[in-house]
């Protein structure tokens, strides 16, 4: 199946218009698309205890898993900086890869549905594209507990 990647990327920099980013200031969007032709996305979710900040791919990732969902990611689309006039995040030259908790976090997901989904993270004029398992090489997962 192949997925659209500028759709996507539309998903997440949508959904960054809804993160909650009081703190930082940075507005990060993340999209999830899946073998049946469903999208999910998530923006990051900040505290005013600052260490507790729920990041967007994490919390796209919560919110499928609590609907049921384990397994079919495909493609992932992380969108990340100062809001613009439209609320949406305006990235800069330097995509936005997932951090290293939403890697092991995305990794949980792609592990127990056998994928390894393409991870398109959006800078200014360019899209980096990154296997998870690059992103994560020689990861801990699910199959590790037998
Ligand atoms: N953030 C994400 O949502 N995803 C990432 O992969 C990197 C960081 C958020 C966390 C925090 O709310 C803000 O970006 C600044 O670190």
Avoid: K
């Amino acid at each position: 199946m192949t997925i659209d990647q500028a759709a996507l990327i539309a998903a997440a920099r949508e959904a960054s218009t809804r993160a909650y980013a009081p703190y930082s200031g940075f507005h990060v969007g993340a999209a999830l698309a899946f073998a049946d032709g469903s999208v999910a996305t998530g923006a990051n979710v900040e505290n005013a205890s600052y260490g507790l900040a729920l990041c967007a791919e994490t919390s796209a990732v919560a919110q499928v898993m609590n609907a049921g969902v384990r397994g079919g990611l495909l493609a992932v689309a992380v969108i990340g900086g100062t809001p613009g006039e439209d609320g949406a995040a305006t990235p800069g030259a330097a995509p936005v890869t997932p951090c290293g908790r939403c890697r092991q976090v995305l990794n949980e997901l792609a592990q127990l549905g056998g994928t390894d989904p393409v991870i398109w993270c959006v800078g200014e004029r360019s899209v980096l594209e990154l296997r998870l398992s690059a992103l994560l090489p020689h990861a801990f997962g699910p199959a590790n507990l037998g």
